[in-house]
C-alpha cells in the first residue's frame, strides 16, 4: 500500500468508530442473556448500558467534526512516528491510552458478568430443563466457546495495548512471531468455525411456553422422543398450516408463523428443524406442491390455466413452479395432468 492511501485510510477509521468499541460489551451482554433466558427484549433500564458509549461519542465529537485536512496531518503524524499518538487529542475526556484502559475494563466486566451467567444457568442433574436437551447442550457450549474465545482476545489485546506504540504498529508482525497476535486470530477462528459446523446455534435456546389451548388429541412423531417440549408447539404449526394455508401467500416467511401463533421465530425455526426434518422453504416448496396438485386433480385447470394454477398456489414465477413440480413429483404440471387424464379414462 502507498504512502498516500495509508494516510487516507488512517484519515478515516483512526478514532471515528472509538465510541462503538463501548458498544461491544453491552450487546454481548444482551446477546448471552437473552439466549439463556430466550427473551430478547431489552427493557428501559438497559438505557444505561450505552452511556459509556454515549460519553465516548460526545469526547470524540471535536475529533470527528475537524476538517478532512487535519486529520491527515494527523495520520502524517502518527505514520512518521507512531508514538505520537500519545499527544493527539482523541477525546476530551481522556487521551488514547485512556482509552483503550477503559475498553479492555468494560470488556472484561462484561465477559465476566457473562461468564457469571453461563454459570448460574448451569443445570443441576435433578433439573427439568424446558430446553430441549440436544439443544441446551449444543447452545451452552457454544457460549462457553464463545466467551472463553473473547476473553482470550481481549486479555491478548490488553496485553498489546500495555506495549509501546511502536511495537504494536510494525513491518513484518506476524514474521515476527507476536504470540498475542496470534492468539487473537485463533479466536475468531474457533468462533467462525463453530457456526460453520453447528448452525443448530442460531436456534437459541427455545423454552417451552405454556399455551392455552383446548385439549385435543395429539397425533405423536414417531422420529422424535416424548421427552421433547416443543411436540405440542409443532402440533400447533402443523394445524395452523393445514387450515390458514398461508404458504399460498407468495410472500409467506417463517416470521409470519411467528407472529400469527404469537411464537418467538427461534421456536418457529427449531420444531421446523428438529421435529420436522426439514428445512423452511423445503417445507413451503412441499404444500405449495400438494395444493396444486389438488387443483389439478379437482379439475381447476378448466377455468384456470396450469400456470395459474401455480399462482394461486403461491409460487411467483412460472420457471420456479415448473422446476419445484418437477422435482416433487418427476413430472412437469402438463404431463402430470395428461396422466390424471389417462388414469380416468
Not at 461491544?24 to 448471552?32: E, R, S, T
Not at 496531518?73 to 485512556?98: E, H, T
Given at each position: 500500500?502507498?504512502?498516500?492511501?495509508?494516510?487516507?485510510?488512517?484519515?478515516?477509521f483512526?478514532?471515528?468508530?472509538?465510541p462503538?468499541?463501548?458498544?461491544?460489551?453491552?450487546?454481548?451482554?444482551?446477546?448471552?442473556?437473552?439466549?439463556?433466558?430466550d427473551?430478547?427484549?431489552?427493557?428501559?433500564?438497559?438505557?444505561f448500558?450505552?452511556?459509556p458509549?454515549?460519553?465516548?461519542?460526545?469526547?470524540?465529537?471535536p475529533?470527528?467534526?475537524?476538517?478532512?485536512?487535519?486529520?491527515?496531518?494527523i495520520?502524517?503524524r502518527?505514520?512518521?512516528?507512531?508514538?505520537?499518538?500519545?499527544?493527539?487529542?482523541?477525546?476530551?475526556?481522556?487521551?488514547?491510552g485512556?482509552s483503550?484502559?477503559?475498553?479492555?475494563f468494560?470488556?472484561?466486566?462484561y465477559?465476566?458478568?457473562?461468564?457469571?451467567?453461563?454459570?448460574?444457568?448451569y443445570?443441576?442433574?435433578?433439573?427439568?430443563?424446558?430446553?430441549?436437551?440436544?439443544?441446551?447442550?449444543?447452545?451452552?457450549?457454544?457460549l462457553?466457546i464463545?466467551?472463553?474465545?473473547?476473553?482470550t482476545?481481549?486479555?491478548?489485546?490488553?496485553?498489546?495495548a500495555?506495549?509501546?506504540?511502536?511495537?504494536?504498529?510494525?513491518?513484518?508482525?506476524?514474521?515476527?512471531?507476536?504470540?498475542?497476535y496470534?492468539?487473537?486470530?485463533?479466536?475468531?477462528f474457533?468462533?467462525?468455525?463453530?457456526?460453520l459446523?453447528?448452525?443448530?446455534?442460531?436456534?437459541?435456546?427455545?423454552?417451552?411456553?405454556?399455551?392455552?389451548?383446548?385439549?385435543?388429541?395429539?397425533?405423536?412423531?414417531?422420529?422424535?422422543?416424548?421427552?421433547?417440549?416443543?411436540?405440542?408447539?409443532?402440533?400447533?404449526?402443523?394445524?395452523?398450516?393445514?387450515?390458514?394455508?398461508?404458504?399460498?401467500?407468495?410472500?409467506?416467511?417463517?416470521s409470519n408463523?411467528?407472529?400469527?401463533?404469537?411464537?418467538?421465530?427461534?421456536?418457529v425455526?427449531y420444531?421446523?428443524?428438529?421435529?420436522m426434518?426439514?428445512?423452511?422453504t423445503?417445507?413451503?416448496s412441499?404444500?405449495?406442491?400438494?395444493?396444486a396438485?389438488?387443483?389439478?386433480?379437482?379439475?381447476?385447470?378448466s377455468?384456470?390455466?396450469?400456470?395459474g394454477?401455480?399462482?394461486?398456489?403461491?409460487?411467483k414465477t412460472?420457471?420456479?413452479?415448473y422446476?419445484?413440480?418437477?422435482?416433487e413429483?418427476?413430472?412437469?404440471?402438463?404431463?402430470?395432468?395428461?396422466?390424471?387424464?389417462k388414469?380416468?379414462?
Amino acid at each position: 500500500m502507498s504512502h498516500s492511501n495509508s494516510r487516507f485510510g488512517l484519515a478515516i477509521f483512526f478514532n471515528h468508530f472509538a465510541p462503538l468499541m463501548f458498544l461491544i460489551g453491552p450487546f454481548l451482554y444482551f446477546y448471552v442473556r437473552g439466549t439463556l433466558k430466550d427473551q430478547y427484549a431489552l427493557s428501559k433500564f438497559d438505557a444505561f448500558h450505552f452511556i459509556p458509549a454515549l460519553i465516548a461519542l460526545i469526547g470524540t465529537t471535536p475529533y470527528i467534526f475537524q476538517s478532512f485536512e487535519n486529520k491527515l496531518r494527523i495520520a502524517d503524524r502518527i505514520i512518521d512516528n507512531v508514538n505520537s499518538v500519545n499527544q493527539i487529542d482523541v477525546n476530551l475526556f481522556y487521551k488514547i491510552g485512556g482509552s483503550l484502559a477503559l475498553r479492555a475494563f468494560f470488556g472484561f466486566v462484561y465477559l465476566l458478568y457473562c461468564i457469571y451467567l453461563l454459570w448460574q444457568y448451569y443445570p443441576s442433574k435433578k433439573e427439568t430443563l424446558q430446553t430441549p436437551r440436544k439443544q441446551f447442550w449444543i447452545t451452552y457450549r457454544w457460549l462457553c466457546i464463545l466467551l472463553g474465545s473473547l476473553l482470550t482476545i481481549n486479555i491478548s489485546l490488553a496485553i498489546t495495548a500495555l506495549q509501546p506504540a511502536s511495537l504494536i504498529v510494525r513491518e513484518n508482525f506476524f514474521a515476527d512471531g507476536d504470540v498475542f497476535y496470534q492468539i487473537t486470530g485463533m479466536g475468531y477462528f474457533v468462533l467462525s468455525i463453530s457456526l460453520l459446523l453447528f448452525p443448530e446455534i442460531l436456534y437459541g435456546m427455545p423454552k417451552r411456553i405454556e399455551q392455552a389451548t383446548t385439549k385435543k388429541k395429539k397425533t405423536k412423531s414417531k422420529t422424535v422422543s416424548d421427552e421433547d417440549p416443543f411436540i405440542e408447539v409443532n402440533e400447533s404449526i402443523i394445524d395452523y398450516l393445514k387450515s390458514q394455508k398461508p404458504y399460498l401467500n407468495p410472500d409467506f416467511d417463517i416470521s409470519n408463523i411467528a407472529f400469527d401463533l404469537k411464537i418467538p421465530q427461534n421456536h418457529v425455526s427449531y420444531c421446523i428443524s428438529n421435529i420436522m426434518n426439514t428445512r423452511f422453504t423445503k417445507l413451503k416448496s412441499e404444500l405449495r406442491i400438494q395444493h396444486a396438485i389438488e387443483l389439478l386433480k379437482d379439475g381447476h385447470n378448466s377455468s384456470i390455466t396450469i400456470d395459474g394454477i401455480g399462482i394461486q398456489s403461491g409460487f411467483k414465477t412460472r420457471s420456479y413452479y415448473y422446476e419445484v413440480f418437477k422435482k416433487e413429483t418427476g413430472f412437469t404440471p402438463s404431463e402430470y395432468l395428461e396422466n390424471i387424464k389417462k388414469k380416468t379414462v
